[in-house]
């Protein structure tokens, strides 16, 4: 296959996804990307700039297909690509949620905190008590308090929050499940929830393991919303 690079101006979203096109990698644009294609500085967070593989049509005597290119293309971004809480000026914006519907939504996400096997088998009996009681406690408490924390994100009335804080492989595995009618999801609150219940169980065991590590903070799930479901995959 040969290739090529270069700048191509104002390719759409469905022309550029097209059956001969693949899409290896995805970057923000440079000032200079805007200037060369005549577009305002001020709006770099509108564009992204892509590196696509095109395949040609033509095929060889074999009837196999027989060239391709390898292109930078410059393309506006649309709204779904686009970040939410910013406006066109980059600027942060809470978002207007007020002609969205009422619906049922469900979040579950998901964290790891890593620690030695002789500090799991002591989390019911360290100092300061219970670690999963407290941990758990914690989760559900910072879920309900997540507006608070997370600057842009929208004042929610919880209808369920679960928190599970188990043992696993080289620690403990910490699981939140939301539940809220309303008209935004609550992906931050489940994500907050297993953060604090995380922080929570950290605190109960450094005095006996000050190097417990927190990773593996995810979105596990999220059903409901005009975006549609979303289950993480692995």
């Known amino acids: 296959m040969r290739a090529t690079r270069g700048i191509a101006h104002d390719y759409g979203r469905a022309q550029l996804l097209g059956s001969g096109d693949r899409v290896v990698a995805a970057t923000p644009v ?13 709006k770099k967070l509108s564009y992204r700039r892509l590196l696509v593989e095109r395949r040609y049509n033509d095929r060889d005597c074999d009837g ?4 391709g290119m ?7 971004m649309t709204t779904a690509d686009s970040f939410s809480h910013l406006d066109d ?23 790891r905190v890593e620690m030695c096997n002789e500090t799991v088998e002591r989390l019911s009996e360290l100092p300061k008590g219970d670690a999963y009681v407290v941990a758990k406690l914690a989760g559900v408490q910072g879920a309900k308090r997540t507006a608070e924390l997370i600057p842009l994100a929208h004042p929610l009335i919880l209808d369920q929050v679960e928190v599970e804080v188990q043992p696993a492989a080289d620690g403990v595995e910490i ?11 609550a992906e931050m609150e489940a994500l907050v ?4 219940a995380a922080l929570a169980l950290y605190d109960m065991v450094k ?3 000050r190097e417990a590590k927190i990773t593996d903070i995810r979105l596990e799930r999220k059903s409901g919303g005009a975006r549609g479901d979303f289950r993480r995959k692995g």
């Open 89 to 111: 000026s980059g600027h942060a914006k809470m978002v207007d949620v007020s002609e969205k519907s009422i619906t049922r939504r469900v979040a579950e996400a998901s964290c």
């Open 193 to 196: 929830a297993c953060s604090m």
């Open 70 to 76: 390898l292109a930078y293309v410059f393309t506006s």
């Open 64 to 67: 196999r297909q027989s060239g």
């Open 207 to 209: 005095a006996v393991e």
């Open 175 to 185: 699981r939140s499940r939301i539940v809220v009618n309303a008209r935004t999801g």
């Open 30 to 42: 440079t000032d200079n990307d805007l200037v060369g294609n005549g577009q305002d500085l001020g």
